[in-house]
């Protein structure tokens, strides 16, 4: 059974950093590739970062570029997501994924997962 488990989240100023984490049983992270989405209040799930089985190739949406950085680490089976200056539109549940198809197409989206965690609260104030 496949389980992806985050932490990490919280509460935090404009302006800060928080780490999530993913940790997976069931299914080693080195064969797949990863992704993380958030949705807020009222809005649907939307990408936020992915990363490729080898970690070669991240992609990010638009407006986290520069200020997230999506990493794993096989040897613990847990991806990782660093976001750095982090503002109140940051504000949103963050989901891991695990890839469910050969490779990470550029523009993936959520039919590209077909396992999930169950969230972690980011909470940003101004």
């Known amino acids: 059974q496949v389980q992806l488990v985050e932490s990490g989240g919280g509460l935090v100023q404009a302006g800060g950093s928080l780490r999530l984490s993913c940790a997976a049983s069931?299914?080693?992270?080195?064969?797949?590739?990863m992704g993380w989405f958030r949705q807020a209040p009222g809005k649907g799930r939307e990408f936020v970062a992915a990363i490729s089985r080898t970690a070669g190739t991240s992609y990010y949406r638009d407006s986290v570029k520069g200020r997230f950085t999506i990493s794993k680490d096989n040897a613990k089976n847990t991806l990782y997501l660093q976001m750095d200056t982090l503002k109140p539109e940051d504000t949103a549940v963050y989901y891991c994924?695990?890839?469910?198809?050969?490779?990470?197409?550029?523009?993936?989206?959520?039919?590209?997962?077909?396992?999930w965690g169950q969230g972690t609260q980011v909470t940003v104030s101004s």
């Open positions: 994924a695990s890839g469910a198809r050969s490779y990470l197409r550029r523009n993936s989206d959520y039919l590209d997962y077909d396992y």
């Open positions: 069931g299914r080693t992270i080195s064969t797949f590739y």
